[in-house]
């Protein structure tokens, strides 16, 4: 059954799903149509993806996609300050349930270089994005206390990084609930998407993100990206 709407303002077009895996497949279906889009009009395709564990499904279905994923480059939103083979690392994810199948041929540009301590890679990083094209497609995830890419509540960097008039693309957060320093694209790097996707699962995350509506981006980040003048692809499931 479909879950009922959630309490969102209207310029958030809901795609509701009763299961993980159709959630999933529909969000690889609109990545696969935003790509293709960005490639027939510009040549090439940028999409920066979430780690965590929600994202494996949707990486996954879309590997599968076919498209011309040669003209494909694949970045991240955020990234654990480990080296790249560490089970923490969101570029190990990628490569592990997303570069494989037709989308093997993508290139992907990691966030963080092993061995940088995380404020000097974030300005190699910064350096990097800020003269790269746009992004044609961001999908970002939320944690239960509503940070999305690796932007916390509270945690030194976050407020850098949720700047909307801030100059940088990537800054190094410092979240004290997780193991790992951080790297996070900012609000205004994210921002720049040409279609921005959020997904989210479960009671908890639906709570919070209803929650966040009109609340102070300080105390629940995930707030930043729910400004009307940013038109939201939310997957939602149960
Ligand atoms: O590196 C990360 O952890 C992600 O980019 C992060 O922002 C993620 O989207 C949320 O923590 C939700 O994670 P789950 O999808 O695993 O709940």
Redesign the pocket.
């Known amino acids: 059954m479909t879950p009922a709407a959630l309490a969102l303002p209207a310029h958030v077009t809901q795609h509701r799903y009763a299961t993980a895996s159709e959630a999933a497949s529909a969000l690889a279906e609109l990545a696969a149509r935003t790509l293709t889009t960005a490639i027939d009009a510009r040549g090439s395709a940028h999409l920066y993806v ?6 494996v499904p949707f990486l996954e279905a879309l590997s599968r996609q076919p498209l011309a994923w040669q003209h494909v480059t694949v970045g991240l ?4 300050c480990v080296p790249a083979d560490d089970d923490a690392s ?1 570029a190990r994810l990628v490569r592990t349930h997303l570069l494989q199948n037709a989308a093997h041929a993508a290139l992907f540009e990691p966030l963080y270089e092993s061995g940088l301590d995380a404020e000097t890679a974030a300005q190699r990083a910064d350096t990097r994005l800020a003269i790269g094209p746009r992004p044609d497609l961001v999908v ?4 239960d206390d509503g ?4 932007l916390f509540p509270g945690a030194p960097g976050t407020a850098a990084g949720l700047d909307p008039r801030g100059t940088r693309s990537v800054v190094a957060t410092h979240p004290q609930t997780v193991p790992h320093a ?1 790297l996070s694209l900012t609000l205004p790097a994210l921002r720049r998407a040409r279609t921005l996707a959020l997904a989210i699962q479960g009671e908890v995350k639906r709570h919070r993100l209803e929650s966040a509506v009109g609340a102070a981006p300080e105390t629940l980040p995930i707030a930043a990206m729910l400004d009307a003048d940013l038109p939201l692809q939310l997957f939602f499931n149960p």
Not at 147 to 150: L, V
Request: charged share 25%; net charge positive.
């Open positions: 979430s780690g965590g564990r929600s994202p939103v955020d990234e654990r969101n970002l995830g939320m944690g940070h999305t890419a690796s951080r």
